[in-house]
């Protein structure tokens, strides 16, 4: 079964880095790029990596993606108070022929 | 580009739930894009439904596949979801969004606000 697995929750406080995995297997991450979501409280869910690392437009440079095997990786650097929210990893799965998001990382800023 | 979901907010059980993604700012049948579904149901991650060509390729979620119809109508520049069957294990809110360049595999760029669909009797 095709799964990407994100630890349910994540901390951090202001100022430090946190870095939130996602786990799959060689028919997705293994074999296609990765994309990260960001989902505020109450809000439309944002792209805020793509292609493994790179940023869209007006994503600050705080926020990094990183690929290695069928792992991937968000790490945000200089953490704060706005970074409170919802987290999921994506990519695409060749045994589904379709879009995979993991489960989703709540993150809470302390 | 903008995405604008529409539909009923509440759908009875055995029903079919029916939605359409409005495009503005651009035109769906540029042949280099692609246009889905994704929901959240309460508490719970996002789910991805389906992807559709402007000419009408389609790629959908296994697990939805049988229920899952989507449409594109080009002269409305609008697309659309339908899905048969539905039970309360079908609320959740539910999302249109393009892929940032021109393959279904491509990261969702942009995204419409969200339309809430209950599943209840």
């Known amino acids: 079964q095709s799964v990407l697995t994100q630890p349910p929750s994540a901390s951090g406080t202001p100022g430090q880095r946190v870095t939130i995995s996602c786990s799959g297997s060689s028919s997705n991450i293994g074999s296609n790029t990765v994309n990260w979501y960001q989902q505020l409280p109450g809000s439309t869910p944002k792209l805020l990596v793509y292609?493994?690392?790179q940023r869209p437009s007006g994503v600050p440079d705080r926020f990094s993606g990183s690929q290695s095997g069928t792992s991937a990786s968000l790490a945000i650097g200089g953490l704060q108070s706005e970074d409170e929210a919802d987290y999921f990893c994506a990519a695409w799965d060749a045994s589904l022929n379709g879009v995979l998001f993991g489960g989703g990382t709540k993150l809470t800023v302390l | 580009l903008q995405l604008q979901e529409s539909g009923p907010g509440l759908v009875k059980p055995s029903e079919t739930l029916s939605l359409t993604c409005t495009v503005s700012?651009?035109?769906?049948?540029?042949?280099?894009?692609?246009w889905g579904w994704i929901r959240k149901p309460p508490g719970r991650g996002l789910e991805w439904i389906g992807t559709i060509s402007y000419s009408g390729s389609t790629y959908y979620n296994p697990s939805l596949k049988s229920r899952v119809t989507m449409s594109v109508d080009t002269s409305k520049n609008q697309f659309s979801l339908r899905l048969s069957s539905v039970t309360a294990a079908d609320t959740a809110v539910y999302y249109c969004a393009r892929p940032l360049a021109g393959s279904p595999r491509d990261a969702f760029d942009v995204w419409g606000q969200g339309t809430m669909v209950t599943v209840s009797s």
């Open positions: 700012g651009d035109s769906i049948s540029r042949s280099n894009y692609f």
């Open positions: 292609n493994d690392n």
